[in-house]
């Protein structure tokens, strides 16, 4: 059974630094993995989805890398703003499952202040 | 084009009540998800529907929830008798039966509180 998890589970930091968010999983057998982004009462957000056969993904200040063989992908955010703050949920879709069945991370919570 | 709508937002019911939740997957999604969160643990998948055809729902919880889709296009959730530890919210997601990267899509969620 896939599993993940998303270290750290919170963070806070101050307006203008480069962060590090971190998702692993146990089985190295998926199709894509996706983040997410989710404000508070919010839905989820799609930020990058990055295929089994992709190294990375990038859109704007965020770049989403993938290391299956070690079972690793890590969202990078640059130069951080208060409008970031927000959580950050990873989320695997593993090869040979039904169509698409996502296995979620409980997310980092991330609070970006000025 | 309109996102995955979800209906209510809010619900809050007693214990032993019945609640109906719904979800309106894009346009042209064959591929409709539920899952649910509860307070302190990760999303969880509960069923997956390809147009009305329940195909996987292994997830749901026991047999006071029911899922259906008829006619393929919306979908409701019915939570009959609501316990306590059924509150939390629901989140319903689509995707494109042909889409080679089966990105899902989230609705905003029914955070439901049973009290």
């Avoid at chain 1, 890590?74 to 996502?102: E, K």
Wanted: hydrophobic share 30%.
């Amino acid at each position: 059974k896939q599993e993940v998890t998303q270290i750290p589970a919170a963070l806070s930091v101050p307006e203008g630094e480069n962060l590090v968010l971190n998702c692993s999983f146990t089985d190295s057998a998926i199709y894509n993995l996706q983040w997410f982004r989710q404000d508070p009462g919010k839905g989820l957000t799609s930020l990058l989805l990055i295929q089994s056969s992709q190294r990375e993904q990038t859109s704007g200040r965020l770049n989403a890398s993938l290391d299956k063989s070690s079972g690793r992908s890590t969202l990078y955010i640059a130069a951080s703003q208060p409008g970031d703050s927000a959580t950050y949920l990873c989320a695997v879709d593993p090869r040979g499952s039904t169509l698409g069945r996502l296995y979620f991370g409980r997310g980092t919570q991330l609070t970006v202040w000025p | 084009e309109a996102g995955v709508t979800q209906f209510p937002s809010h619900s809050v019911i007693e214990k032993g009540q019945t609640v109906t939740l719904r979800c309106d997957p894009i346009s042209g999604h064959d591929n409709l998800y539920w899952y649910r969160r509860v307070m302190g643990k990760e999303i969880k998948f509960l069923l997956h529907f390809v147009k009305e055809s329940k195909q996987d729902e292994s997830g749901m919880p026991n047999n006071r929830f029911l899922a259906e889709r008829t006619g393929g296009t919306y979908s409701t959730l019915k939570v009959q008798p609501a316990e306590l530890e059924d509150s939390g919210v629901y989140f319903c997601a689509s995707s494109h039966e042909r889409g080679t990267l089966r990105e899902q899509y989230f609705g905003p969620g029914t955070r439901l509180t049973v009290t």
